[in-house]
């Protein structure tokens, strides 16, 4: 059969069958893309299953942190925030796998199909890859909720069910939205048209900053007429629509900042690996950008929290009325630090495997590089460049901005000064970055076989 013009059943199929004849070498990606979809699907399952529990309820789990409203909207609020870096994860996870196919999406465009046909069969690999991780997801915690709870009620299921069928939705159209730049030529390569501005990144974070200017008033109305009895929906989605115009800027800048140090370095660089890293970051400034977005977005999240805890548990050693129950207030605050950790490590995973793609679709270059006389060292000196270059400034303004914040804070309650501990989030997360941008050096060293210059 024609892969023109084929109905949409045929494409699900033929990635089926692609995603099953897939070799050792790429199952890392997809068990990766499956991990990712298991842990968004219990994440918004999590979500789903507080959210439809109406009024005051004993929770004794985590000192009754789960029985008020006010308090179970913060952990809904958490979770769904969780969502965010799981699905730029994804989306790392479909472009290095859309590099390591391209012989194979090369064939299907000799075989007649189009770019966008092309582009859509990778997106659903990625989607069928999640709908399996999902599904694993989807049956623990369904089992884990039938023994937890002895009468979920039909909201509960509705929204069990949108989940399980969305997150592989969510998956494939995260996939499409990163490839949607990667064009498959029939002779076997793999060609990026780069954005020339920042419009895109520019529009997306105009946008949130509407949408959270349009949320914000319902959930301040909604802290004026008090919480009482039932769970509101608009303060863990105006937190949402935060985090998002966050992510958005942060992607703004980083490519502005990625393209204006790249000029700055490639015009006073003396050695090879700046040289090689500047001209990169020039080349195409909005790939670094989009990895580091969620880094700086849990960076400014992680110095406020650490302000705010110390400012919050000033206030409560000095109150005797709050300290008599202590252990709600400080399993608050430790379930938010674990939610910022997890956050960390989702956020660290995508880095490394933005990283491995950068390495992937460069690969004949590289080889070439090498080819030519240029030691792998300096090839992977400039590749740890890459990120710590851009990276360096983005993470000292996300730290000031953090800490602005957690003044701010201090203030309000005159806890008085912030912690020095504070001061560390910046060093601590920059120095997981380039371990996390390390673990590509093994992918750099076979990347540069001579092998790949068949292809070229």
Sequence with gaps: ???????????????????RGSDRREWWRITLTGAGAALATGFALAAV????????????????LLSD????????????????????????????????????LAGLRLAGA?????????????????????????????????????GPNAVTWAGVALVAVGVPVLGAAAGALALRRVVASPLGRVRRVRPVTGRGPGLLFLAALALLAAVAPFAMDTGRRG????????????????VLALGAGAVWLAGAASRRIGRLIAGRARSAAPLIAAERLRDDPWAPARTHAALLVVTVAATAFLCIRHAFLTELRSDRQWAADTAYYTTGLDLTGAALLVA??????GLAVGTAESVATRRR?????????????????????????????????????????????????GAGSVPWTALLAAPAVYAACLLAAATALPLLGRSVSPGELRYA
């Design 1 to 19: 059969m024609s892969a023109v013009g084929s109905p949409l059943f045929s494409d699900v199929r033929l990635a089926r069958q692609l995603l």
């Design 49 to 64: 299953a507080l959210a439809s529990v109406d009024g005051v309820h004993t929770v004794s789990a985590l000192h009754g």
């Design 69 to 104: 409203p006010g308090t179970r909207s913060g952990v809904i609020a958490g979770l769904l925030l969780l969502l965010v870096p799981v699905l730029a994860f994804l989306g790392q996870c479909t472009r290095i796998g859309a590099v390591h196919r391209d012989r194979r």
């Design 114 to 150: 189009t770019p966008w046909q092309v582009r859509r069969i990778a997106a659903l690999e990625t989607g069928l890859a999640c709908l399996v991780g999902s599904a694993v997801a989807t049956t623990g915690s369904v089992l884990a909720l039938l023994r937890l709870w002895s």
């Design 227 to 242: 919480s009482g009895n039932r769970l509101h929906w608009e303060t863990p989605l105006t937190v949402f629509c935060l």
């Design 344 to 349: 960390l490590a989702i956020a660290l995973s």
């Design 365 to 413: 270059t590289l080889a070439a590089q090498a080819a030519a006389g240029v030691p792998r060292a300096v090839l992977g000196r400039a590749l740890l460049l890459e990120t710590a270059l851009p990276l360096a400034p983005a993470l000292l303004l996300a730290c000031a901005g953090g800490m602005a914040v957690g003044t701010w804070y201090a203030a309000l309650t």
